[in-house]
């Protein structure tokens, strides 16, 4: 066994579901004291807060109970190289290649929750780039100390309390890299588990850089990550997350933003796979100037349930937001999009618009939308919309009168409709979502 | 004469509010002949064409449709559409985030897939159609834009043309294909169908001017009014619609 | 848009003035001490000579109130209110019920004059019924034996339990049910008196009928409760208007309002809420939390909410549509205004139930000063609600950069016939339009009061006449030293 257990966390009354944590938590051999001392804060924290109720209105779409009653415990060993000889292996390395953007490009795997350098290809990291294990990164720099904080929100606490490993990523000033830089977490493991990745990306000012990030893997898992992000004065970054995790998978992530002066964040999220997607964004624009858009995309089937929501703070004047979901569901798929965006006193001139857009395409499915604009300043234009509806009949017959049969013609329609989102991305990345959005779509258009 | 390549026989036809609005339609086009139906707003042109692709929303009460000796209203509208029946829309739809030559390409290959056939390279596709713009005197850049999303009203006809030119029906139904268009898109719209012109191809123009019908010299002319083919003749007829207006219909029904 | 020039004259007398309604009028009252238990719920009902099922219904209310506590999840920001500070009954004292309006007291018929509601029916604008409830009771109803003759009844609900127990037993609480929420389940344990109407099948009422509602005794809570039933094909236009002495204290208001239209039957009701705001420094106004629902019951029933909100130190109120019957309509159109440090967190309900239904929500909210607005709306689509159909529309205006304004939607939709649509706006009153209409000789506070009128007239407009000119004045005197 690896480490020593918390004494004094263990020892406090805990909610029911929050008890095989508490029994399950160790301290992790070789850290630095403070980090154990985060952990064990955050730990308290998630013990006190519990699970999220059904009455916390950021949670209220999703169903926690089947993982109250089922806790799902971290590896507590590092996991044992990946052997290429099982067809289940095989299979996920088959989805780790379709998964690459560009076959030559940067690349680090989290396995597990852990760093796998056998899987990853980081060759010659370009001069100003550093990427690696944050799990190594902690332990020999303190300076990582005020950046892994415990976070404020019970998952958020669970995952400082528990991660073991997640990339650490540090652009230069300066640094412009044009070619995206991908990280793919996997699960490989047999058993079922939980995983909690804390990740940390720190862009230096006028650096830039493009990060795409993929989830996959096979069975049932609970992944709960944290990625926390800043971006130094006119540091610009774009990330794209495709999740197209286990049908059994429940997914959440959380990753907080921290603008600076005239930074440029861009997210675009695509919700393919899973049985429970949540998926959180949460930008602090602290600099005067910053702008961020935030664009994601669900197309859910089945039982599936998804959840995307975001948070906006504008602490500074002249930021800009924008911000596109788009939703299709069908089967008895539950699609929810919770955002909202907040000026603060004295944040002028801020321009933001939300758009929430959504496609019921089966009478069992349901979506739900909350898009929410909280202003206390007075010069700011903000905007917001929302519609749900189903597939524009005139547009299907229209496609239909042209001799496209009526599937082909809704998936045409589905796809264009999602596809939006990816306003932002580069051909070759672009190229890449869009054929992982057609081959989700072509699995839907199978099922009955 | 051989058989007709549509026959229309006693068609009734009405709106989901139960609103009669086709009362008993004979009509028979063969191969090679261009037709003109004519008629006053609210006589029943639209619904006719409606009715013809299949389009959701009216009810046929009565009559029979033969189209190529199969029966049309069983058949689905992209099953109509395979068969190479075409209608150019009045108002042809917008699909933002479609492309438009992405739309056209996956229309074709639908068609050619139902007959067996191969689907068509991307290349030998590109060239077929710039030939198509080159006739039609349209813009390339449209072809790679959303679907008829923020056209002028003269490209979103001049869109319609280029499919159908693409499309290669077998009977191609012209809905106002001359509406709200200026003389120069008239013309370029007019030299589009008539290039179209074939002896294995038929074509029903709906219209209420007779500038299209100059241009195109239709074989037969019908007069539409509240539901019924009120009158029939050759291109004379539209002359005479034109100078005395469709005022005189009201006295015969 | 013009506005009318008395207006204008109306912002100079007010700015002089202040509150209008601000006085108190001297009269004798009986009032229950303060607190809330068993024997209060016993000594209203008594007082009221009520019947043993309404005291039971009352008591059960009671039971479910101790049990909940009040909502937390609005964005308003109040201390906590102590309701065994509150009295729950004051009444004017009479020996006996007035018979007609010679035997009302003359000085609360002189409180009316006052205010502007005219209740002598010779004076009464002809078209408008008036029932005016003071402190907790009616004490005038006009117009009754006109409407009698069509079969309408339009009473205080004090005297309907008396005289229809079996239609005020079939409807009371068949909308909000006694524990709905904290405040409906407060008002529906205490409640002291309100209106009632009920429109016979086939029936269009004649008249507009309306409730001046009338808050005076100190340190008393008004928990007024209105019932208007619709039956078959009938329609009605009902307005409500409100206002309440200045105050150093904080006073509760906590009314239901319950509205049921039964097959193609149509019920508008339209508010303007001017209850005392407070002075500039948030000392004292009321606190007005009110449940507001209305139940389409019938097909192709129509409700219509609309409201003008100026007054209250603190707002809380949703007016909703149940759209249950075939083809329904439910509509929503609201002006809030919130200047100095007045909150409001309004909005509405619109449940799709019924094929068909359809809703429409036109929400106009205005902040100035440190005033705080938040919209905050439900539209739901249930499974069964095939072709169901919402458009809904919000624009924040923001004077002056100290005050906030939020919009908070809920969408949840059941089904993919279904289509719904969200959209909303923010910004700050427009310099350009500020400086066009001053250099074209317009003052500062009237140029204002055009522009916010210009704002809300989509609103407005749904007003019937005699209260678009109020409001439009309130809209004015509302907004009164947030420019400059």
């Known amino acids: 066994m690896s480490g020593r257990a918390a004494g004094r966390v263990s020892a406090l009354a805990a909610k029911p579901e929050v008890q095989p ?66 067809a289940f292996q095989g299979a996920l390395l088959a989805r780790l290649e379709e998964a690459r953007v560009e076959k030559k490009g940067l690349l680090f795997v989290l396995r597990d929750g852990r760093f ?126 495709i999740l197209e995790e286990g049908e059994n998978a429940i997914h959440f992530d959380e990753t907080e933003a921290v603008l600076g002066e005239a930074a440029r964040f861009s997210s675009c999220a695509i919700l393919l796979r899973g049985r429970t997607l949540r998926q959180e964004t949460n930008v602090i624009s602290e600099g005067r100037g910053a702008r961020s858009v935030l664009n994601a995309a669900a197309l859910l089937s089945g039982r599936q349930e998804a959840n995307i929501v975001s948070a906006v703070e504008h602490h500074a004047a002249e930021g800009e937001t924008r911000e596109l979901v788009k939703i299709a569901a069908s089967g008895r798929a539950h699609g929810a999009f919770q955002g909202r965006i907040t000026v603060h006193p004295g944040a002028q001139k801020v321009d933001a618009h939300q758009l929430s857009q959504n496609l019921l395409l089966s009478p069992r499915a349901a979506v739900d939308a909350k898009p929410e604009l909280e202003i206390f300043a007075d010069d700011v234009k903000c905007s917001h919309g929302a519609a749900v509806g189903d597939l524009d009949e005139a547009q299907i017959f229209y496609c239909r009168s042209r001799g496209l049969p009526q599937r082909e013609a809704r998936g045409l329609l589905i796809e264009a409709f999602l596809r939006d989102v990816l306003a932002e991305a580069t051909t070759p990345l672009a190229r890449h979502l869009s054929s992982r959005l057609s081959r989700r779509l072509a699995t839907l258009e199978e099922e009955p | 004469m051989g058989l007709p390549l549509l026959a229309v026989e006693d068609l009734h036809a009405s709106l989901a509010d139960g609103r009669e609005i ?30 013809l692709a299949g389009r959701e929303g009216y009810r046929v009460e009565a009559g029979r449709v033969f189209y190529r000796g199969r029966d049309l209203l069983s058949m689905a509208p992209e099953e109509r559409a395979a068969e190479g029946l075409f209608l150019a829309f009045q108002y042809p739809v917008e699909i933002p985030g479609v492309n438009n030559m992405v739309f056209l390409r996956a229309a074709l290959n639908a068609q050619r897939r139902r007959h067996g056939e191969s689907e068509i390279d991307a290349g030998e596709f590109l060239r077929a159609v710039k030939k198509k713009l080159a006739l039609l005197d349209m813009d390339e850049a449209l072809l790679h834009r959303a679907l008829n999303a923020g056209f002028s009203g003269g490209e979103k006809k001049r869109n319609e043309i280029l499919q159908m030119a693409i499309l290669e029906p077998r009977l191609a139904v012209l809905d106002e294909v001359d509406s709200g268009l200026d003389i120069d898109a008239l013309k370029a719209v007019a030299k589009g169908v008539e290039s179209l012109r074939a002896p294995d191809r038929a074509i029903v123009l709906i219209t209420h001017y007779e500038r299209l019908l100059e241009q195109l010299a239709p074989d037969h002319v019908h007069v539409l009014n509240a539901g019924r083919i009120v009158e029939s003749g050759g291109r004379e007829l539209a002359a005479e619609l034109e100078r005395h207006g469709y005022a005189f219909l009201g006295e015969g029904t | 848009m013009t506005l009318p020039l008395d207006s204008r004259e109306t912002v100079r007398f007010l700015a002089e003035e202040g509150y209008k309604y601000g006085f108190v009028t001297e009269i004798e009252a009986e009032s229950a001490p303060p607190g809330l238990g068993e024997e209060t719920v016993r000594f209203i009902s008594g007082k009221k000579g009520e019947p043993s099922w309404l005291l039971e219904w009352r008591l059960s209310a009671l039971a479910a109130w101790r049990q909940m506590t009040p909502p937390n999840w609005a964005k308003l920001r109040l201390a906590p209110i102590d309701y065994q500070a509150i009295s729950y009954y004051s009444a004017p004292k009479q020996k006996t019920a007035p ?184 000392k004292g106004g009321i606190y007005n939390f009110v449940t507001k629902r209305g139940h389409c019951r019938g097909a192709r029933s129509k409700i219509s909410w609309t409201q003008v909100e100026t007054g209250s ?172």
């Open chain 3, 313 to 484: 130190a603190i707002t809380w109120k949703y007016p909703s549509c149940i759209l249950e019957g075939d083809r329904s309509i439910g509509e929503f159109y609201s002006v809030a205004i919130t200047n100095n440090c007045q909150q409001a967190d309004t909005g509405t309900k619109m449940i799709h139930i019924g094929k068909e239904t359809r809703s429409t929500i036109l929400a106009k909210g205005i902040s100035a000063g440190r005033g705080q607005n938040t919209y905050r709306g439900l539209v739901r689509v249930l499974p069964r609600a095939e072709g169901a159909r919402n458009h809904t529309r919000c624009d924040s205006l923001l004077i002056g950069d100290r005050c906030g304004a939020h919009t908070v939607p809920y969408i949840e939709t059941r089904n993919p016939s279904a289509r719904v649509e969200h959209e909303a706006t923010t910004g700050k009153i427009s310099e350009d339009q500020l400086f066009y209409c001053r250099q074209r000789g317009l003052g500062e506070e009237d140029a204002l009061s055009l522009i916010v009128n210009g704002f809300c007239k989509e609103v407005l407009k749904e007003l019937p006449m005699e209260f678009a000119v109020e409001a439009q004045k309130l809209l004015a005197v509302s907004l009164e030293g947030s420019v400059g």
């Open chain 2, 22 to 51: 086709l009362r008993g339609i004979n009509l028979r086009v063969h191969e090679g002949e261009v037709h003109a139906i004519m008629g006053p707003n609210g006589s029943g042109k639209s619904t006719l064409a409606a009715v």
């Open chain 1, 116 to 241: 796998d350098p056998a899987l990853s290809s980081q060759g010659e990291l370009p001069e100003g780039v550093r990427l690696g294990s944050i799990s190594a990164a902690a332990r020999s720099e303190t300076l990582l100390r005020p950046r892994l904080k415990a976070p404020s929100g019970p998952f958020a606490a669970l995952n400082a309390a528990f991660f073991r490993d997640g990339f650490f990523l540090e652009i230069a000033p300066g640094t412009i890299l044009d070619q995206p830089i991908e990280i793919v977490h996997l699960v490989a493991a047999a058993a079922s588990l939980s995983l909690h990745t804390r990740s940390l990306v720190l862009l230096g000012e006028e650096s830039r850089a493009t990060l795409c990030e993929s989830f996959i893997g096979e069975g049932r898992y609970w992944r709960n990550d944290r990625v926390d992000i800043a971006l130094a004065p006119s540091a610009e970054l774009s990330r794209f997350l």
């Open chain 1, 21 to 86: 944590y508490l029994d399950a938590f160790v301290l992790p051999e070789g850290e630095p004291f403070w980090l154990w001392r985060e952990r064990e804060e955050s730990l308290a924290r998630f013990a006190e807060e519990g699970f999220p109720s059904r009455k916390n209105e950021s949670w209220r779409s999703i169903d926690l109970e089947p993982l109250a009653k089922n806790p799902l415990f971290p590896l507590a060993e590092a996991p044992q190289a990946l052997a290429a000889a099982g």
């Open chain 3, 99 to 282: 018979q007609s309006l010679d035997e009302v007291d003359p000085e609360l018929l002189r409180t009316y004059e006052k205010l502007g509601i005219p209740l002598k029916e010779r004076e009464v604008l002809a078209g408008v019924a008036v029932d005016a409830v003071f402190d907790s009771v009616s004490v005038a109803t006009t117009f009754k034996e006109e409407l009698a003759k069509l079969g309408i009844i339009f009473c205080s609900i004090g005297e309907a339990v008396r005289e229809h127990p079996d239609l005020v037993r079939r409807y009371l609480g068949s909308v909000v049910p006694q524990g709905d929420n904290f405040f409906a389940a407060l008002n529906s344990a205490v409640f002291s008196d309100g209106t009632f109407a009920y429109i016979p099948p086939g029936v269009r009422c004649p008249l507009e009928l309306s409730t001046y509602f009338r808050i005076n005794a100190a340190k008393t809570g008004q928990f007024e409760r209105t019932l208007i039933v619709a039956d078959k094909g009938a329609a009605v236009s009902y307005l409500e208007g409100c206002t309440a002495p200045q105050r150093d204290e904080n006073q509760l208001h906590a009314a239901v309002v319950e509205l049921v239209a039964e097959e193609d039957a149509a019920i508008k009701y339209s508010t303007v809420q001017n209850w005392y705001p407070g002075d500039a420094e948030g």
